[in-house]
């Protein structure tokens, strides 16, 4: 007699195979798919090891969002007897998988350790079910290009596009009203991408934004009265950079702003993201104040005060945290603001390098 697992299934045809697709129990996962990691070497295996720093966070994702998370199907090839059954429809029906059989994972094995690791916290994820794509297992080499395949040409959603889309974060939600709501921003942010071409119509993206406002506040929860904060300010210094003004009233042309001064880089938008947290911690200095003076500094790439903080000797842009700390503390300088102790240790450390 044999034993057999039975799946209700539809059936489908890829390059002239048949796969199959069901929706399985995820307390069923561990008992069909069992690791291999620790005994086969990589040229035997047909994925790659499990990355366990990643298991944590897609953990959290499912208890944190316990009734809105979701996940696209795993991929698996089944090596061993088994057979399709229709019930009424010619691709619906029943897939009988002979209990012999191994499955192995083509796509999907972190969140199936994740699913695994949030049912010992969450025992009543167990009768819930995610869809499995099931292939027959044509050997090791199938297997292995199989994974290839299917990580080599999935396209990685851009970050600013991620923050766009994203509900729960609510820095990110946040930051999508703050640009909607401040003109400069809403004509130069691009939404999508998180590399601008040097033609391109934007001056920002929305990820550096999203960036930036990170630094501005404490943790990743934003009330109303910090999304009111991040508005005022991002405002303020909107109005007070001479250069955004022009581009926005045409004196200034979006490539001569990108050429020529420091103030579309990464870099000094989160300078700026750093200075805002300045003025977050200490909300009874007059923030307009010394916002207004902006206005009075010097954003041109080749002005002396930017050398070494902001801009290489060889005319490359930085991008390192010191460099985004020595640029605000140039910010904070010209502004009227006291720097902090780690800001005086750090421009006396630049000063000795000169």
């Not at 953990?59 to 059954?85: C, H, M, P, Q, W």
């Amino acid at each position: 007699m044999k034993f057999t697992y039975r799946f209700p299934a539809v059936r489908g045809t890829q390059a002239g195979n048949e796969y199959y697709i069901s929706m399985v129990p995820l307390k069923l996962l561990s008992k069909l798919f069992i690791s291999d990691d620790d005994i086969v070497l990589p040229e035997y295996r047909a994925q790659r090891r499990i990355n366990e720093s990643r298991i944590p966070e897609i953990k959290k994702y499912i208890l944190d969002n316990r009734n809105t998370y979701v996940f696209s199907a795993l991929s698996a090839s089944i090596d061993g007897d088994f057979s399709f059954e229709n019930i009424g429809e010619p691709n619906i029906g029943v897939l009988e998988v002979d209990m012999d059989s191994t499955f192995l994972i083509n796509d999907g094995q972190h969140r199936k350790a994740a699913i695994e690791a949030a049912m010992l916290e969450d025992k009543t994820l167990e009768d819930e079910t995610i869809s499995i794509v099931f292939f027959r297992d044509n050997g090791l080499t199938r297997s292995q290009q199989m994974f290839t395949d299917l990580n080599k040409h999935a396209v990685k959603t851009s970050n600013s596009l991620a923050t766009l889309y994203d509900a729960r974060d609510e820095i990110a939600v946040a930051t999508k009203k703050i640009i909607e709501e401040i003109p400069f921003f809403q004509l130069f942010t691009d939404k999508e991408r998180d590399i601008l071409g040097k033609n391109s119509s934007k001056l920002f993206t929305l990820n550096t934004i999203y960036k930036a406002n990170q630094k501005i506040l404490h943790g990743n929860s934003c009330p109303k009265s910090d999304e009111e904060f991040l508005k005022t300010y991002w405002l303020c210094v909107s109005k007070n950079i001479v250069e955004w003004q022009e581009v926005m009233s045409k004196a200034l042309t979006k490539k001569d702003l990108r050429e020529n001064y420091i103030i579309t880089l990464n870099i000094t938008l989160a300078a700026l993201g750093r200075l805002g947290r300045f003025f977050y911690d200490h909300p009874k200095i007059n923030m307009n104040v010394h916002l207004e003076k902006l206005s009075t500094i010097n954003w041109l790439r080749s002005n002396n005060d930017w050398l070494g903080r902001t801009i290489r000797d060889n005319g490359k842009v930085m991008n390192s945290e010191e460099a985004t700390v020595l640029t605000c503390s140039k910010i904070k300088q010209i502004i009227g603001i006291s720097l902090s102790k780690e800001e005086l240790q750090k421009e006396k450390q630049f000063t000795e390098k000169k």
